[in-house]
């Protein structure tokens, strides 16, 4: 079974600063990796995907990830962090066609 | 208009009863979810339908039945209510067409299920 991996439960950034949140994930078959973001008190909305091609993968608000199957790896990235970005964030790997397995999550906290 | 609602957002209820939330997407899609949500944010999936056919029903005690009416609706309903089951409850759906692990899931907004 697939599975994910997000390291640290927790970080947090200056504002400006490079946002990095982990994510390693577990598959037995080329993986459809996901990051989506959920805001307080709404549900999740998709950041970016994975799926084929190229292993770097451009979303909304600026955020990218770069798909590296040499370490199992699929983190996210932003140079310059928003006071906006505070959220939750969950990386997913796709197991089979409609299921989506989440990681626990990483709460970013933006400081001023 | 939301695409993805559910009712009721909030529901405070005691032990042992009976409770049921509501799931309506107007996106056309035809798998839709309910996955539940902990207090350490952690996301599970419960069961999904598609086109109105149980395709996925994880680990669940029995005192959860889900059911689809149609393929644009999702309910759960939850008997005898413990503790445990205080959580946030989130519907999704996506289309799937055929195979593709690359569904993008649509969630609603959650519905917030404390029992007392």
């Known amino acids: 079974a697939q599975s994910v991996t997000q390291l640290g439960s927790h970080v947090s950034v200056s504002e400006g600063a490079l946002v990095l949140l982990r994510c390693n994930y577990s598959s037995s078959v080329p993986p459809y990796l996901f990051w989506y973001v959920q805001y307080p008190n709404q549900g999740l909305q998709l950041l970016l995907k994975?799926?084929?091609?190229?292993?770097l993968v451009k979303g909304i608000n600026g955020f990218e990830a770069e798909f590296k199957k040499s370490e199992t790896s699929f983190h996210l990235t932003k140079p310059s962090a928003h006071m906006s970005d505070a959220a939750e964030y969950f990386c997913a790997v796709s197991e089979g066609a409609q299921k989506l397995v989440f990681g626990q999550g990483t709460r970013l906290t933006i400081n001023p | 208009d939301t695409a993805v609602s559910q009712t009721p957002k909030y529901l405070v209820t005691q032990m042992g009863n009976d409770k049921s939330i509501k799931c309506e997407q107007n996106?056309?899609?035809?798998?839709m979810y309910w996955y539940k949500q902990d207090s350490k944010k952690f996301l599970k999936i419960m069961f999904s339908?598609?086109?109105?056919?149980?395709?996925i029903n994880e680990t669940v005690p029995n005192r959860f039945s889900p059911k689809s009416p149609d393929k644009a609706h999702l309910n759960l309903h939850i008997n005898s209510l413990e503790l445990g089951d205080s959580a946030v409850y989130f519907c999704?759906?996506?289309?799937?067409?055929?195979?593709?692990?690359?569904?993008?899931?649509?969630f609603g907004a959650g519905s917030r299920l404390t029992v007392l």
């Open positions: 994975y799926t084929t091609g190229a292993t």
């Open positions: 999704a759906s996506t289309l799937t067409g055929g195979y593709s692990g690359a569904n993008v899931l649509t």
């Open positions: 996106l056309g899609h035809d798998t």
């Open positions: 339908y598609n086109n109105k056919e149980l395709i």
